[in-house]
Nanobody
Framework: QVQLVESGGGLAQAGGSLRLSCTSSGGTLRTNMVGWFRQAPGKERQFVAVVNLGGHITDYSDDVKGRFTISRDRAKNEVYLQMNSLKPEDTATYYC???????????????WGQGTQVTVSS
């Protein structure tokens, strides 16, 4: 069974940076597009970013465009989310997920990690 593991979350001050990592068992990241989502308490899961297989096509939500960067290292079987200029409203649990489609729709993602908490203080 494929497992995704997120890491890199924590506490940051507004204006600061964090880098999240996502890795999987069995090298499955290499054969899937990978997205990042986030969910704050009491809110629906929200699309953040997605990267294609080759790593050169990306898409971002308007909330994070220009501040966050998604990338992948195929040799290391990892996907990253570099988060800069963090805001308190970025506070959420962040999830990586696998998909065969280049999409923002959560229902099109077939495997999800357990999430990593990001908290941004003002």
């Amino acid at each position: 069974q494929v497992q995704l593991v997120e890491s890199g979350g924590g506490l940051a001050q507004a204006g600061g940076s964090l880098r999240l990592s996502c890795t999987s068992s069995g090298g499955t990241l290499r054969t899937n597009m990978v997205g990042w989502f986030r969910q704050a308490p009491g809110k629906e899961r929200q699309f953040v970013a997605v990267v294609n297989l080759g790593g050169h096509i990306t898409d971002y939500s308007d909330d994070v465009k220009g501040r966050f960067t998604i990338s992948r290292d195929r040799a290391k079987n990892e996907v990253y989310l570099q988060m800069n200029s963090l805001k308190p409203e970025d506070t959420a649990t962040y999830y990586c997920a696998l998909t065969k489609l280049f999409t923002r729709i959560p229902a099109n993602y077939h495997t999800w990690g357990q999430g990593t908490q990001v908290t941004v203080s003002s």
